[in-house]
């Protein structure tokens, strides 16, 4: 496993060194437009309890949608967002926009319990990430506890202690951390003791053959008991099939999202799905 995702990585890395420059510019200068031209949004995709079948929150997931080129999928514009630095704006469109949409939904009866809004460590560079999220909830009048912010294992890794001061400065707040796509970094565990998190979100790739790879089993079910030791929630990301789920369920993780429940949905989509839940 190590040796395919390495291999993967690598192919990644490698098809973007040889990736025309021209290309990448003008994905970079149509980006910079989108964000006047209101191009992107929001999709939410439901998180729910395993064990009560629950709604636990929902993922903001940024869409572009281009003019000429349709809907362009985030793993297409994020990394060209970071490397030219318009993921600072980028970011901060994301997290207005679901603060307002949550406000909204509040407004109607229809939030979910929370949204969790991915960061990029890109944006922790400068030491604003606080100040931005307390200005943002503040708003559109959004009590803290109902946002969750993504970060990644890399941010975590970086030992800097302008980044634990942030995290610890939302953390004071009352906004919750999640580690996303956990197991995929560089697996120092040192970081969860360190770091004021409260969610683990399990990678999609061990989710995906738990039907037929007795190893992802074993890895999927390690991960949840480290969660469960340390009294951080466990989200289960990819769940597809009611077989996995069941897996899950037995090995006591706490939530799941995936196609199994629901898409990323468009917030009229959700509104709907909330509608048609018993
Ligand atoms: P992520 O945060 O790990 O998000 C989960 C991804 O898995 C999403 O892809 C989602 O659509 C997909 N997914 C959910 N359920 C299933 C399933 O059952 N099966 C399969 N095969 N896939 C599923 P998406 O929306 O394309 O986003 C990809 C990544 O882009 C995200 O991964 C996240 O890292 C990044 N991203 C998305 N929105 C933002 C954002 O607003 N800011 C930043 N910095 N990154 C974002
Ligand atoms: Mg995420
Ligand atoms: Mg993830
Ligand atoms: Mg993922």
Known sequence: RAKELGRNAFCFYQRNMDEDAAERLEVEAALRLALDRNELLLHYQPQVHIASNQLFGVEALVRWQHPQWGMVPPARFIPIAEESGLIDAVGSWVLDEACRQMAMWQEAGQAPPHVSVNLSARQFRHGSVPTMVADTLLRHGLPPSRLTLEITESLMMMRNDQTLEALHALDEMGV?????????????????????VSELKLDQS???????????????????????????????????TAE???????????????????????????????????
């Not at 061990?206 to 949840?224: H, K, Q, Y």
């Open 206 to 240: 061990f989710v995906r053959n738990l039907a037929n790879d007795e190893e992802d089993r074993a890895l999927a079910s390690a991960v949840v008991r480290i969660g469960q030791s340390l009294k951080l929630t466990v989200v289960a990301e990819g769940v597809e």
């Open 176 to 196: 919750k951390l999640a580690v996303d796509d956990f197991g995929t970094g560089y697996s120092s565990l040192g970081y969860l003791k360190r770091f004021p």
């Open 244 to 278: 996995q789920l069941a897996f899950l369920h037995e090995q006591g993780c706490d939530v799941a999202q995936g196609y199994h429940f629901a898409r990323p949905l468009a917030p009229d989509a959700y509104v709907e799905w909330l509608r048609g839940r018993p």
